[in-house]
């Protein structure tokens, strides 16, 4: 059974840049926020919302790629899915994960 949500509104920003200082170094990083807000809900619910950071580090050949990144970086706590299994029964609340930092390494084949 799929339920009207009611009203949405989002609004959110995302930047992205490159730096090459030469041919074999290429740096690059991206920030985005986004904030959604939902009317209408039973319960106190606050999805979809979240900062991100990445900068990523990558060869001049492109074969490879180092990354550090954060996932929710401001440790928000959000719903990431929320769903009604059985009406009257049951629901179904997914909280989003905390703060996550990592470090990516990537090889690529080809090319």
């Keep these: 059974m799929t ?3 009611g009203e949405a509104g989002s609004k959110g920003i995302e930047f992205e ?12 990083g991206s920030y985005a926020y986004l904030d ?4 209408g ?3 106190n619910l ?3 919302e979240g900062n991100h950071l990445r900068i990523s580090y990558t ?15 401001t440790g928000e706590e959000y719903t990431l899915h929320n769903s009604t299994l059985s ?19 990537t090889r690529n ?3």
């Design 3 to 5: 339920q009207n949500a």
């Design 59 to 73: 060869t001049g050949s492109g074969q490879w790629e180092l990354a550090g990144w954060v996932k929710n970086a």
């Design 46 to 48: 606050k999805p979809n």
């Design 109 to 111: 084949f080809g090319n």
């Design 17 to 28: 840049g490159q730096w090459l200082p030469n041919k074999y170094w290429k740096i690059s």
């Design 87 to 105: 009406p009257g029964l049951a629901q179904l609340t997914v909280p989003a994960p905390p703060r996550t930092n990592g470090v990516t390494a």
């Design 36 to 39: 959604t807000e939902y009317t």
């Design 41 to 43: 809900l039973d319960g």
